[in-house]
């Protein structure tokens, strides 16, 4: 079975009673960053990522088409009892074209082991426990019901998931607290304790749980590392560089007050930079999501990069955009080596670099990768990686050794990401084949020289 890395974007459609209108304020001036006023297209092989367009904004069918679908689904009401369906028999018309889809493009998990391609069929029959088109036949499913066991029920759960955010029910769970107090203390330990601490609604499920933490696994990542409570420990995921590098984002996040001649309290305000780069999924969510990173640290300004030849759709030009005073963001579809020429200096207090399961290590991606990360190790500002699983983690991993050996020094060594996403991805191509998003996350940053005084030198 070949290893599967997510497509560029997901077919699914919109569901927009979950999300608020983008916010599109273009900004005719940001720090540090020349915005080009032309874009040049980048012909570059994505192999990663799961959209959210889908799920946050419409799809390009015409006015009536969508108005008419929009109407069918939202007159659809699912109680929490009547959440299976197999996936061909949904009342839903995306689960319904779900299973079009696999049955078109996917793989019967029987006919796979045969060598020969002539026999290979498509799954047309749906799995009566999980819903999804499996195998190509009963025969062929009940030869392979032992192997399906190992992923019939993550099927099952994806199943009831995806009827259940388009039930029609009030959904809770997705009423996210605003600002934070100034004396509150947040806990990063982990989802339940970030929840719980940080005031969410009560979680009563564990489906619940699944639906947040899909939608919050990056901006919730990217604030586990910076925060004060962070859920890696000093001299064991971070290395003596690490505490150095985050330490020094620290004095700008948790700024000291300071007393002017005149008695009046200055505060430091610098931006904290975050790079994204190869961004995807994560420049896909609405803005509003990444005001829960700016919320926990209250006395500092975010601007937000995403960068990366899918960052928007083609012929869109770059723009930058403000929701609030305190969070910005630029999209762009440069490479990051081309973006980065347009940044006047990196400061290892204010800057750092978030790559999203990026596959640095695979083979259609790797010589691609290289320019991007030799620019960013340039910099001297800590660069965090994600992979959906150990072995994409592992992989990317021995990429980067081999590929910059000498010239890194590790800040966070490779440990599961407390704020994964729990909720699977599936492909729909070869529904054995799931991942979760961000599951493992490790750190490096460009090797720094100290320059030691040698006694015997003041003796020439």
């Known amino acids: 079975m070949n290893r599967w890395r997510p497509a560029s974007r997901t077919i699914t459609r ?37 959209s959210w367009k889908g799920l946050f904004s419409p799809s390009k069918k015409n006015a009536t088409q969508e108005a008419a679908s929009l109407d069918q689904t939202n007159a659809i009401k699912l109680s929490p009892d009547n959440l299976f369906h197999k996936l061909s028999k949904s009342p839903l018309p995306e689960l319904r074209d779900r299973a079009a889809i696999i049955n078109k493009y996917g793989v ?68 996210f607290p605003s600002a934070q107090g100034f004396d509150e203390t947040v806990n990063m330990a982990n989802w339940d304790v970030f929840f719980y601490t940080r005031s969410f609604p009560s979680m009563d499920s564990d489906r619940s749980m699944r639906h947040v933490s899909k939608l919050l696994t990056y901006p919730i990542t990217v604030a586990s590392i910076l925060h004060e409570s962070c859920p890696y420990q000093p001299g064991k995921e971070i290395t003596s560089e690490g505490m150095r590098s985050i330490s020094a984002l620290r004095t700008v996040l948790y700024p000291r007050h300071e007393v002017a001649k005149d008695g009046v309290t ?13 961004a995807r999924a994560e ?49 762009d579809n440069s490479l990051y080596h081309d973006y980065h020429e347009k940044i006047d200096k990196f400061d290892p207090y204010t800057d750092l670099f978030f790559l999203f399961s990026p596959g640095i290590g695979h083979a259609s991606a790797r010589e691609g990768w290289k320019m991007s990360i030799e620019k960013a190790l340039e910099t001297k500002c800590p660069i965090f990686i994600t992979g959906y699983d150990k072995a994409d983690m592992t992989t990317d991993i021995e990429a980067v050794e081999q590929d910059y050996q000498g010239e890194f020094d590790w800040v966070l060594n490779p440990t599961e990401n407390q704020f994964s996403s729990l909720k699977r991805d599936i492909n729909l191509m070869d529904v054995r084949q799931t991942i979760n998003a961000n599951w493992g996350i490790w750190g490096i940053r460009g090797k720094r020289y100290d320059v030691t005084h040698q006694p015997e030198d003041d003796d020439e």
């Not at 990366?308 to 005073?325: I, Q, V, W, Y």
Request: glycine share 4%.
């Open 14 to 50: 919109s569901l927009s009673s979950l999300c608020g209108p983008h916010v599109s304020n273009t900004m005719s001036h940001q720090r540090n960053v020349k915005l080009p006023t032309t874009l040049s297209h980048h012909n570059v092989m994505t192999t990663r990522s799961i």
């Open 108 to 175: 019967c998990a029987v006919c796979d082991t045969h060598e020969d391609h002539d026999h290979k069929r498509a799954p047309v029959f749906e799995c009566p426990d999980c819903g999804y088109p499996t195998h190509c036949s009963e025969e062929h499913y009940h030869e392979g019901y032992q192997a399906h066991q190992d992923i019939c029920h993550i099927l099952r759960e994806q199943n009831e998931d995806d009827h259940d955010l388009r039930s029609g029910r009030s959904m809770s769970e997705f009423e």
């Open 266 to 278: 200055l505060i430091r305000s610098e931006t904290i930079n975050v790079y994204v780069v190869g």
């Open 283 to 331: 420049a896909s969510l609405p803005q509003y999501i990444w005001l829960q990173l700016a919320y926990l640290f209250p006395h500092t300004p975010f601007h937000v990069h995403f960068i990366g030849p899918d960052t928007l759709p083609a012929g869109k030009e770059p723009f930058t955009s403000s929701l609030n005073e305190r969070l910005i963001f630029t999209y």
